[in-house]
């Protein structure tokens, strides 16, 4: 394991890693609490459908992206579901499919389409460049500080969300607008470098892990942050131990480790009731 540290392109890819992970888990904390899960895909699918577009018509790619995202998340900051009947992920669902059928439409036209997609879907860690690690830090670093300053009001309003109390809220939002914005501009420049579908694993699979795990707030965000670098960095060994693709490895990895924590809570879970049960029968004992 060793090793691997002494190859230049694996360390810049455990950077990208370390960087997507601990900024996207804790985004993933509120986007699970919000119940808008597949925000993450549907701003990654229309960065994409952007970069697709930039290649269409001859255009700079990250421009075209970032307008392309900034659009999305500006018109998903106002989807604010107060029917019971549906749920955010409905209509989030629908933007998704439709920006997956115009990038793919899009990419066919490309004479690398299926190339186009692979990386589209999976990214490529292992070309990364020293510009584009500083820009993923800078921005990342931007982001997380904004986070920080004004958690409680992300937090409070991710609370309101999750308990479906949004009935008297504005129409626009200028918190909602920029935790919309902040979760836009991380797809932005996480999606070129590691692919729709890792990104999404980042955002989702950390948190939900991490929920199982502890009832607290501030531990479930510390332990979603830790499962991630876990993820990201296990992810990245597996992958050049066995030679296999980096974003398809972090994602296997990530989904292991949700595993092995969903089989401690379900193991936890049913020896709790046993576990009383035959307490209550050694009371019950020595009642009589």
């Known amino acids: 394991m060793v090793e691997m540290f002494s190859q230049s392109f694996v360390v810049d890819a455990l950077t990208v890693s370390a960087i997507l992970g601990l900024l996207l888990s804790y985004l993933g904390v509120h986007v699970v609490g919000r119940g808008i899960v597949f925000v993450d895909l549907a701003l990654g699918q229309i960065s994409m459908l952007g970069v697709a577009f930039a290649n269409f018509i001859g255009g700079d790619q990250t421009i075209i992206s970032i307008i392309f995202t900034m659009a999305g998340a500006f018109l998903l900051s106002f989807i604010k579901v107060k029917d019971k009947r549906l749920k955010h992920e409905a209509i989030i669902g629908i933007v998704y499919a439709v920006a997956s059928a115009g990038t793919v439409l899009l990419i066919s036209k490309s004479p690398h389409g299926e190339s186009d997609i692979s990386e589209v879907l999976f990214g490529s860690v292992f070309t990364v460049t020293t510009s584009q690690i500083t820009s993923l830090a800078v921005v990342f670093g931007i982001i997380g500080v904004v986070h ?18 949004i009935e008297h809220m504005r129409i626009f939002d200028l918190w909602n607008f920029l935790f919309y914005l902040s979760i836009g501009l991380s797809i932005v420049f996480a999606v070129r470098l590691a692919g729709v579908i890792p990104v999404f694993s980042y955002l989702i699979v950390p948190p939900v892990a991490a929920i199982l795990l502890s009832q607290s707030m501030k531990t479930v965000v510390w332990t979603s942050m830790i499962i991630s670098v876990l993820g990201g960095f296990f992810g990245i060994y597996f992958s050049v131990r066995f030679d296999f693709p980096a974003g398809s490895s972090v994602v296997t990895i990530l989904g292991a480790i949700f595993v092995l924590v969903a089989l401690i809570k379900f193991t936890t879970f049913k020896s709790g009731p046993i576990a009383n049960s035959n307490l209550a029968q050694d009371n019950s004992h020595v009642a009589e």
């Open 148 to 165: 920080i300053i004004f958690r409680k009001k992300f937090f409070a309003l991710t609370e309101q969300f999750e308990s479906r109390q």
